[in-house]
């Protein structure tokens, strides 16, 4: 999770579920511009970007897309139908993108926030070919699906 403010009070970053980024050079930028700051950081940053926007004119993930496609990257041109199956799997290959394992929790927590149940977001990780490890204190970790690699063979 990259967050354009730095957490004041409470447990500092460690209260998010998610490992958090704080761009370089935020702590500078006043706090009406952080937002605007952290965006530009994470388009310079990325190849490709994941978006949901539900009001294409006025709002700021509309204009963040905007925003991407200006600077060439790749952004996703899914439209979302009556299924919240596609945004899930987006949501979920977008944490899994790290290549490290994600808590359960943190990923239902992520999709509930976006009205995606359990049941499709179960849905999404067999989709996804996602795979899943019982922890030592009893919790559940989702890991990165496997990369299949080509093997190639030398005739002689």
């Not at 965006?39 to 009001?55: E, F, G, K, L, P």
Request: proline share 4%.
């Amino acid at each position: 999770m990259i967050l354009a403010y730095l957490p004041v009070g409470g447990n500092g970053a460690s209260e998010y579920l998610l490992p958090t980024i704080f761009p370089e050079g935020i702590e500078t930028v006043p706090r009406r511009f952080a937002i605007t700051f952290r965006n530009r950081w994470m388009i310079a940053q990325s190849d490709c970007v994941v978006t949901h926007v539900t009001n294409h004119i006025a709002s700021g993930a509309a204009q963040f897309k905007a925003l991407a496609e200006k600077h060439g990257k790749t952004v996703n041109k899914g439209e979302y139908k009556k299924t919240k199956l596609p945004l899930a799997e987006e949501l979920i290959f977008g944490l899994m993108a790290l290549g490290k394992e994600v808590s359960a929790s943190s990923v239902y927590g992520l999709l509930k926030a976006h009205g995606i149940s359990e049941r499709t977001a179960n849905e999404a990780k067999k989709n996804l070919g996602i795979d899943s490890k019982k922890q030592k204190d009893g919790s559940w970790a989702w890991l990165p699906p496997k990369q299949e690699t080509e093997q190639l063979s030398i005739q002689d």
